[in-house]
């Protein structure tokens, strides 16, 4: 997921991990999920407006479109999924 250009809609599947701050969640691609046993240290943080994401339970597979943004010096964590910089992706669709 580091390697998505930020700004270009995608769409990929993802194991969804922990869901935090009312509208956040961690994502995994398939094999790092496995991989990694689900340690959100490896995961990409996403905020979604989406209520299906709180539908769906931990270690799910789905099926997200959305974009990749850049935080900088966010003065609200809990809005940008705890991301003061960095990369974050918003999930503007989300399937199983």
Known sequence: MSKLAR???VNFDAILGQRFNNNCVY???PDEFDHYHGDEKWA???STA?????EIAYGERVTVTGFKTFIRDSQDT???CD?????LFE???IRK
């Open 83 to 87: 991301v003061e910089t960095g990369e």
């Open 7 to 9: 700004g270009v809609e």
């Open 91 to 93: 999930i503007h669709n």
């Open 50 to 54: 989406e209520a299906d994401a709180f």
């Open 27 to 29: 994502l995994f691609l």
């Open 78 to 80: 809990v809005a940008t």
């Open 44 to 46: 990409f943080p996403a």
